[in-house]
């Protein structure tokens, strides 16, 4: 049996490809396991710059593994509810790494994105699509409610309106409306996708780590802190980010009108 998540770490950028194109790339239970490890290993890997998230074969994620569903159709109740919320919290560990991680993380994605791969394109930090992707939320048609997170990301990027007919209506639209929605950054070729997402880690990887890290604690705590607090902690991170290498760096290639050579120190 091949690995269900595969990681590369080259030169600071770390390749984590989902691996299972026999199932699109469906959650099953081997992946989940995998998946939350290795991300979790890299939120503390320091000789990580920047991280890549995508799926093997022609898919990014198709959500939910239908046939594990089907079987969990024989359970009783209880024990149904009991093993659904078991792989939700499996997969909610991961995601919380993501976005805690003090390093840019880019989907990569071509192909199906359904149901809580919608969670996994919103956990990330930039996502770049190719052509042929296909996006939607998918749940109604199983009689479900979202899950993955894709219902706190998507309420973090579109209007109650939006959300609401993703949600209960379910269908399929191409890059060019998730980048209108927000949802992803930029559409490319499907033949560009490879060479277009490895010019974006190469150059976040050569950026000033910590300060991007400090970039998204600021923004992932916008929806929950004061103007105040918000300003406070501001203040409290720029002077943490001054504190570092890579401003002394930063300052001295613009006053030596040279591009900064950042260490992600």
């Not at 699509?129 to 296909?134: Q, T, V, Y």
């Not at 191409?174 to 490319?188: D, F, H």
């Not at 880690?201 to 918000?230: C, I, V, W, Y």
């Amino acid at each position: 049996m091949s690995d269900p998540v595969l990681l590369d770490i080259t030169d600071g950028v770390a390749t984590v490809t989902l691996n299972t194109p026999e199932v699109r790339n469906a959650l099953t239970t081997e992946l989940r396991t995998r998946f939350r490890y290795i991300v979790g290993d890299l939120e503390f890997n320091d000789d990580v710059r920047c991280v890549v998230i995508k799926g093997a074969g022609d898919h990014f994620m198709a959500g939910g593994d239908i046939r594990v569903m089907k079987e969990r159709l024989e359970m009783s109740e209880s024990e149904r509810r009991q093993v659904i919320m078991e792989g939700i919290h499996l997969l909610h560990l991961p995601l919380f790494a993501i976005r805690r991680m003090g390093k840019p993380v880019i989907a990569s994605i071509q192909g199906a994105v359904a149901g809580a791969g919608m969670g996994l394109v919103g956990s990330c930090d930039l996502a770049i699509a190719a052509d042929d992707a296909i996006f939607t939320l998918a749940y109604c048609h199983i009689g479900a409610s979202p899950d993955g997170g894709s219902s706190y990301f998507l309420g973090r990027t579109l209007g109650m309106k939006q959300q609401m007919e993703l949600a209960f209506l379910g269908d399929r639209f191409g890059p060019e409306k998730a980048k209108e929605l927000g949802i992803i950054n930029w559409v490319v070729p499907r033949a560009d996708l490879a060479a277009e997402t490895d010019k974006l880690a190469r150059r976040l990887a050569d950026g000033p780590t910590h300060a991007f890290g400090n970039a998204k604690r600021l923004f992932n705590a916008t929806n929950h802190l004061t103007m105040e607090s918000q300003m406070q902690m501001e203040g409290e991170l720029i002077a943490d980010s001054m504190c570092t290498e890579d401003h002394a760096e930063g300052v001295a290639a613009f006053l030596g009108k040279r591009q900064p050579a950042f260490k992600g120190r």
